[in-house]
């Protein structure tokens, strides 16, 4: 193949990938195209749109890579296993955002005290129609890796949704923007 020939399939993978670049038309991650679809979490109260590829993760693993017995309530995991979405609804009144911001600030005492190395990168807010979300970053260590964490705080039902999405640090600049975009699709789903 000539130098012209791989320029020439380069622009037409430029092309095709500024087709996909929200969560309704798919997103290109590493010449992979991922699409999203509406999940329904915690017996329908919640809807959040996921990437359709993600499964459940089999108990098995999930005991494994979540050791802790308050271990998330729901994982949605690549097919690799790389990259999660995890959530836990708290019954713990919830509602303004004073409340949130004060969970969320919780939160990050704890994860500083139960591992001082944790860094947080980034903390910030958001507000979507009527839900308030607030979002903060940090890096942890794995066995032999290093993983990018983003953690969101909501309420839905007047309780506490906790998600947090996570990946290889490396791949960190590839998804953080995507797991943002998927947080805030996040909203109570009414029956």
Same mark, same amino acid.
């Not at 129609?129 to 260590?141: A, L």
């Not at 705080?153 to 999405?165: A, C, D, G, R, V």
């Given at each position: 193949?000539?130098?012209?020939?791989? %320029?020439?399939? =380069?622009?037409?993978?430029?092309?095709? =990938?500024?087709?996909?670049?929200?969560?309704?038309? @798919?997103?290109?991650?590493?010449?992979?195209?991922? #699409?999203?679809?509406?999940?329904?979490?915690?017996?329908? /109260?919640?809807?959040?749109?996921?990437?359709? *590829?993600?499964? &459940?993760?089999?108990?098995?693993?999930? %005991?494994?890579?979540?050791? *802790?017995?308050?271990?998330? !309530?729901?994982?949605?995991?690549?097919?690799? @296993?790389?990259?999660?979405?995890?959530?836990?609804?708290?019954?713990?009144? @919830? @509602?303004?955002?004073?409340?949130?911001?004060?969970?969320? +600030? !919780?939160? /990050?005492?704890?994860?500083? /005290?139960? +591992? *001082?190395?944790?860094?947080?990168?980034?903390?910030? =807010?958001?507000? /979507?129609? =009527? !839900?308030?979300?607030?979002?903060?970053?940090?890096?942890?260590?794995?066995?032999?890796? !290093?993983?990018?964490?983003?953690?969101?705080?909501?309420?839905?039902?007047?309780?506490?949704?906790?998600?947090?999405? +996570?990946?290889?640090?490396?791949? %960190? &600049?590839?998804?953080?923007?995507?797991?943002?975009?998927?947080?805030?699709?996040?909203? #109570?789903?009414?029956?």
């Amino acid at each position: 193949m000539t130098y012209f020939d791989e %320029a020439v399939l =380069e622009m037409r993978q430029n092309q095709k =990938e500024q087709k996909h670049t929200t969560l309704d038309t @798919g997103i290109y991650v590493n010449k992979k195209l991922i #699409e999203f679809k509406t999940e329904y979490l915690f017996r329908n /109260q919640v809807d959040i749109m996921l990437p359709i *590829s993600f499964i &459940d993760i089999p108990s098995a693993i999930a %005991a494994v890579k979540y050791p *802790s017995e308050f271990r998330p !309530q729901i994982i949605k995991t690549s097919l690799d @296993g790389t990259i999660n979405f995890t959530f836990n609804l708290f019954d713990i009144p @919830g @509602g303004e955002p004073e409340r949130i911001n004060e969970i969320a +600030n !919780q939160f /990050q005492a704890v994860l500083k /005290q139960v +591992n *001082s190395s944790v860094k947080i990168l980034e903390v910030f =807010e958001e507000k /979507q129609k =009527e !839900q308030y979300f607030k979002m903060f970053s940090y890096k942890s260590s794995g066995i032999d890796v !290093q993983i990018y964490n983003l953690v969101c705080m909501t309420s839905i039902k007047n309780k506490i949704l906790q998600e947090t999405f +996570n990946c290889l640090f490396d791949e %960190a &600049d590839d998804w953080k923007d995507i797991a943002k975009s998927i947080f805030l699709t996040t909203k #109570e789903h009414f029956l």
